[in-house]
């Protein structure tokens, strides 16, 4: 949705091992985010990147989970050593004027 | 991140019925107020904006603003069953970001 694609779609993985999510925006959009969307629960802020500035980590919730913007599009999040707890939707969105934000349609991350 | 409350719900209304959906946030410079409508699995999509203090409306939504009393309200009038969802609340944390409220599901009886 909104110019967001967001890849897997689903994602089923052992407990201690690594993901990697894709986010795609369309071109033109300077701010990126990630949110988290545990069942259940509200939407939870991980991290922001806006153009070449230094990203807002400040919503990652351990050193496992990492982020990184490259060439100001493509972004990847990745969990190191799974857990449980871990399991969510995990939403990329792109930033449009006035403080909007758009999201794509999500990653189902599920830690088994 | 800031506190955005809503009422917990969840709220059943008749079809044509109006659905009235609260939130209340604890930062008073906060400026910019959003809801964001989400079905089940998903994702949230943005359905109002409102800045201003007053009312917004925007077909059968209205969105009311009163930032003296931290407080931002959706109305949704004549409603259907497709209205059916979680309503999030959304209030900007800082230039760029974000709270959300944990939604309020509403439920439209036919």
């Known amino acids: 949705g909104a110019g967001v694609s967001q890849s897997p779609s689903n994602k089923v993985t052992e407990k201690g091992k690594d993901v990697e999510l894709r986010c795609d925006p369309i071109?033109?959009?300077?701010?990126l985010y990630w949110y988290r969307q545990s069942l259940g629960q509200g939407l939870e802020f991980l991290i922001y990147f806006q153009g070449n500035s230094a990203p807002d980590k400040s919503g990652l919730p351990s050193d496992r989970f990492s982020a990184e913007r490259t060439g100001g599009s493509v972004s990847t999040l990745t969990i190191q050593r799974t857990q449980q707890e871990d399991s969510a939707v995990y939403l990329c969105?792109?930033?449009?004027?006035?403080?909007?934000?758009?999201f794509g349609e999500g990653s189902w991350l599920t830690v088994v | 991140q800031k506190e955005v409350e809503q009422n917990s719900g969840p709220l059943s209304v008749p079809e044509g019925a109006i659905a009235s959906l609260n939130c209340t946030y604890s930062?008073?410079?906060?400026?910019?107020f959003f809801w964001y409508r989400q079905y089940s699995g998903k994702s949230p999509e943005l359905i109002m904006s409102i800045y201003s203090n007053g009312d917004k409306e925007d077909g059968r939504f209205t969105a009311q603003l009163n930032k003296a009393s931290q407080y931002v309200s959706l109305l949704i009038r004549d409603s259907q069953p497709s209205d059916s969802a979680t309503y999030l609340c959304?209030?900007?944390?800082?230039?760029?970001?974000?709270?959300f409220g944990a939604g309020t599901t509403v439920t439209v009886r036919a």
């Open positions: 071109s033109g959009h300077t701010a």
């Open positions: 959304a209030v900007d944390d800082n230039d760029y970001k974000l709270s």
């Open positions: 969105a792109v930033g449009g004027s006035g403080n909007t934000i758009y």
């Open positions: 930062d008073r410079v906060s400026q910019s």
